[in-house]
């Protein structure tokens, strides 16, 4: 009976339109002072606003978004987490985001959908797998799952790829995390807003920063298209914006902005429930998972140069989706739904920079490459406590600006599977 009453009531609430549904989160003025304005309401805002007043009682919190709540990098990604990462330092962080990302769901009563379906790094050469092979080895010496597969191995655990069907580059085995996964990326936005929110969070939307404002040589908020918001601390977290935004806050950062492609087909029967890695010779790499809703969703590498445009450049989506038809050779006949471009600001070595700016209340998370979505729970605790206490936590202390000044980078590149041919 519950069951029919549910559906009723979820025909009469479609029926009604948009009156009848109830918003996640309040929409807010800018209410100032704040103890903390975050610039950016994308997965690490939001996230560091709610740990900031979760665990730290910071509660005149403001979270600032030029556009709207997901419509940034959260929402413009493959949902991609994993944790199978090569240097220590990494390996650290994002193995705390995934174990948070194992919880998040309880912790904010919100479905996630997170999906610990398996990430598996394909290899095409022998030399690939002893790549592979010493990246594996240092994840379980830190206690890291991780699995090194032969090409029997790698047909066992995922029968669709056919590992005997004739390839330009054929497929010699694979690493496997299983723990690794998907996470639904808008439900991540949604949850943290609507729980930040809960604890006093005003998320401002459609509220753009133009610079800070100082009052006696100290930051005393900032100036908006909203007008003049006054708060003691500022964080940004503005993902591919970074470089711009604080160019115009007077802050020279290492950083440049790339688009990464991503694509989704139409939607098709079950036809994958794990996420491939493949890439070969010659500059061709895809990254796929099968979504809820049926669609292929795939990326590739960046494009070659700095843009901020957000559009998808045709060369790039053809070199993605012929990288994909050569791993799952029947996807040729799939219709490509839509395609996009999210925009990754990169540093040097590949790593993020967590750093609060010199001495003033200005802190800084951003230059997250490849790997911003998966360590939105991670990041915005730790960041959290760099606000909160003025001190960045052991896990984030790799992060700081200061490493390209004293050559202690962490040359990742994201972890792609092959360092030497990136």
């Not at 994993?82 to 998040?104: A, G, H, K, M, V």
């Not at 902005?257 to 061709?284: N, R, S």
Request: hydrophobic share 45%; proline share 5%.
């Amino acid at each position: 009976m519950a069951r029919r009453f549910s559906a009723l009531q979820l025909l009469l609430d479609a029926a009604r339109g948009p009156a009848s549904c109830k918003p996640l989160w309040p929409r807010r003025s800018p209410s100032g002072p704040y103890d903390v304005i975050i610039v950016g309401g994308g997965g690490h805002g939001l996230a560091t606003a709610y740990y900031l007043a979760r665990e730290f009682g910071v509660r005149r919190i403001a979270v600032l978004e030029r556009t709207l709540i997901g419509y940034g990098n959260v929402g413009r990604n493959t949902t991609i987490v994993r944790s199978n990462y090569l240097l220590p330092q990494n390996q650290r962080f994002y193995e705390d985001s995934l174990r948070r990302w194992r919880t998040l769901a309880r912790e904010l009563n919100f479905n996630i959908m997170y999906s610990p379906r398996g990430v598996l790094d394909l290899a095409v050469a022998d030399e690939d797998l002893v790549a592979l092979r010493r990246r594996g080895n240092a994840m379980r010496l830190s206690g890291i799952d991780a699995e090194l597969l032969d090409r029997s191995g790698v047909a066992r655990f995922v029968p669709e790829l056919d590992v005997a069907a004739p390839r330009q580059f054929p497929l010699v085995g694979g690493l496997l995390q299983r723990r690794g996964g998907t996470v639904r990326h808008d439900a991540v936005a949604w949850g943290y807003a609507r729980a930040a929110a809960a604890l006093g969070v005003d998320i401002i939307e459609r509220c753009e920063v133009l610079a800070l404002a100082r009052r006696g040589g100290r930051i005393a908020g900032v100036e908006s298209d909203l007008g003049f918001i006054a708060g003691e601390r500022v964080a940004l977290a503005v993902a591919g914006r970074t470089a711009s935004l604080a160019a115009r806050l007077g802050v020279a950062l290492p950083l440049e902005t790339h688009l990464l492609q991503a694509c989704v087909t139409e939607p098709v029967k079950p036809m994958l429930d794990t996420v491939l890695i493949y890439m070969f010779p010659g500059g061709g790499e895809v990254y796929v998972s099968q979504s809820d809703r049926g669609g292929l969703v795939f990326g590739g590498m960046l494009d070659g140069h700095p843009s901020m445009t957000q559009t998808g450049a045709v060369s790039r989506v053809r070199d993605v989706c012929r990288a994909l038809t050569a791993l799952l050779p029947r996807t040729a006949d799939l219709r490509l739904l839509r395609h996009w471009a999210g925009m990754n600001d990169m540093t040097m070595d590949g790593s993020p920079i967590i750093d609060k700016l010199g001495s003033e209340e200005l802190f800084l998370n951003g230059g997250w490459c490849y790997g911003g979505f998966k360590a939105i729970p991670a990041s915005g605790r730790a960041y959290a406590e760099l606000i909160a206490r003025g001190e960045a936590p052991e896990l984030i202390r790799p992060f700081r600006l200061s490493r390209f000044l004293t050559g202690q980078v962490l040359d990742e590149k994201g972890a792609g599977p092959f360092p030497a041919r990136q």
